[in-house]
């Protein structure tokens, strides 16, 4: 905690509870405390409780074999010292009812998960006493506490490399939050679009932050499409939050020679299940421009794409029906005549995967990388950051809005080399509660790969994790380095990368997200997002 000042470090303290329950962002599985209710059809069981009863070695050993061949059937698997008992406590009983159990021991677990989109299994696959070893494998091995992250090397809260710009006073509140920021270079000179995601209202800015125009959309904006032709905004829903809703809808954008903004009321695409990501791309060679769409969902999503049939009609096609699908990019690199694709699927099975694209709509995916289902992945960027030719994939992790809200070790952002086969091997890990986003350029211009990093879910003692700066040294070595102390940020939600001055260096634009409810009146203002000039020579 800031031992600055008392006041301010329990501000702190409460802010990251407050903006979890207000955004629960995409990667987000809503989760509930156990009940401590008796009710239960098993009366003989109902006071026992399966967390505290004694387990032989023979339970848990049992245990361990049942939970690898049940838990790895759907994903990764999670090891017990991921989480600590308390957490695994919340993520049992929805591991238990995807079995099909809806009941154990006293406790009911019908309402561990909310969705309509559950699929509970008529009956259950395993025996209770099966279960009962899957719990007891994990509560006996589990942590009582997880480890605090350690840092070879401490942040700095000094910012040599940029110059911090906050937009007018009007900006600024007691609650804010930007869900998508831009700096689009694709006129001259660039301009910026922040989008509000508490009045979805889109912002657009001129390059010396001064407002040209604004337009209402119908829900919070998390992506924009750029080409010469067009302009496609992408809105997640209603809301943010975790929801089965097919509200997600993509609509085209007109900015006039002055500025002027116009949406158009129908959308291009619509009912789509909270899509995070827009790409114009032509899949199947027809000379016709497709769109790939990520969308998100919740507990089943899609990775889709829009094949153009032309006069202004598409048909939808799923090349996965999996959900938490948040980054996509297009790859032309390889000796093929279609384009093929990298994807982060960030739900369940977390994993970041390369297509290969078949023809006629056939995709052939290969995972590359694959994380426990509790890592919380977030975002990846693929960059050659070791100049041998090769691209690789720079990896954050960091979502928290979940059943498993604890700050985690293994959190922060991570380097995977690629041999030049498209196999990668973890090579540099920089610990970093709730990371959310990285770029990695040369942003000093010295030859050298840096990485600017941007965090939702960071720890109330350390609001320097909200942006770090890692600045790369030489080979992997990296000095982090993050906004002075006065700066009035913790926590972002996004990120973008682009030069807004035209002087030819990469500049950045924070997205803010800042809440400060609760009884004690701070009334403390935040900026709505922040501007990084670049001012290295």
Known sequence: MDKKQKVTGNRRFLKPVIVVAVILLAGIIAGYFLSDSNSSNDQVNNDINPYQNPATAADVATGAILAHQYCQSCHLFPEPALLNKNKWKNILPQMGIRLGIKTHRG???????????????????????????????????????????????????????????????????????????????????????????????????????????????????????????????????????????????????????????????????????????????????????????????????????????????????????????????????????????????????????????????????????????????????????NHDGYKDIIYTCGDNGNATLVLKPYHGVYVFLNNGHNQFRQKYFYPINGCYKAYARDFDGDGNIDIATVSLYTDAHQPEEGFVYLKNTGGLNFTPYSLTADTKFERAVTLDEGDVNGDGKPDLLIGNAYFDFGPFGYQIKEPLFYLLKNITR
């Open 107 to 385: 406790e009911s677990y019908q309402e561990s998960i909310k969705s309509t989109e559950l699929v509970v299994p008529a009956s259950p696959v395993i025996t209770d006493s099966q279960w009962q070893q899957i719990i007891d494998y994990y509560m006996v091995t589990a942590p009582i506490f997880l480890p605090v992250q350690q840092r070879s090397v401490p942040i700095t809260r000094k910012m040599p490399f940029f110059s911090v710009h906050e937009p007018a006073p009007n900006f600024s509140g007691k609650q804010v939050l930007a869900t998508y920021v831009k700096i689009d270079t694709s006129v001259k000179p660039a301009r910026i679009l922040v989008a509000n995601g508490q009045s979805n209202k889109l912002f657009l800015l001129n390059n010396k932050l001064k407002v040209i125009d604004s337009v209402t959309t119908t829900g919070p904006v998390v992506d924009i499409s750029f080409t010469p032709h067009e302009i496609l905004v992408c809105m997640i829903g209603k809301e943010l939050g975790a929801n089965d809703d097919k509200a997600g809808s993509i609509a085209q954008l007109h900015i006039s020679s002055t500025g002027k903004m116009n949406l158009d009321a129908a959308p291009v695409f619509k009912n789509l299940a909270r899509p995070v990501q827009i790409l114009p791309v032509d899949l199947n060679g027809d000379q016709k421009t497709d769109y790939l769409i990520c969308e998100f969902g919740n507990l089943t999503g899609a990775l889709s794409w829009m094949e153009n049939k032309g006069n202004g009609t598409f048909t939808r096609h799923v090349i996965s029906n999996l959900p938490g699908a948040i980054k996509a990019y297009i790859d032309y690199s390889a000796n093929s005549k279609l384009p093929n694709i990298w994807v982060l699927f960030t739900q369940g099975q977390e994993r970041i995967s390369y297509l290969t694209n078949k023809g006629n709509g056939v995709f052939e995916e290969k995972p590359v990388l694959k994380f426990p289902p509790i890592y919380g992945s977030s975002f990846f960027e693929l960059v050659d950051i």
